[in-house]
């Protein structure tokens, strides 16, 4: 599996941003697909989640209500929509998938928050 992950970019506070994680086999095949954050001197954390076969999601406490995340099928990949940006979303952003007892990371994109 390889992902394919785009988006991200710099915007102001309130603004917002969309993450894209595509991978390039079959996403029926994905157990779940996860995006991680990592601040800069802070430790990578698990922000959101997304289960393609039964569409359910998880989200951090930090971003609920403002992150969501969409699957596309159609592209075998999935979308994480970024509302109402804090500075604090400032963070390299990283997609993760698990394909049975397979872990992959797309590469990370940087979202920039400006005050």
């Known amino acids: 599996v390889q992902l394919q992950a785009s988006g991200g970019g710099s915007v102001q506070s309130g603004g917002s941003l969309r993450l894209s994680c595509a991978v390039s086999?079959?996403?029926?095949?994905?157990?779940?697909m996860k995006w991680y954050r990592q601040a800069p001197g802070k430790q990578r954390e698990l922000v959101a989640g997304f289960i393609p076969a039964g569409g359910m999601t998880y989200y951090a406490d930090s971003v609920e209500g403002r992150f969501t995340v969409v699957g596309d099928v159609g592209k075998n990949a999935a979308h994480l929509q970024m509302n109402s940006l804090k500075p604090e979303d400032t963070a390299v952003y990283y997609c993760?998938?698990?394909?049975?007892?397979?872990?992959?990371w797309g590469q990370g994109t940087l979202v920039t928050v400006s005050s």
């Open positions: 993760n998938v698990r394909q049975g007892q397979a872990v992959y």
């Open positions: 086999g079959d996403i029926w095949s994905i157990n779940f």
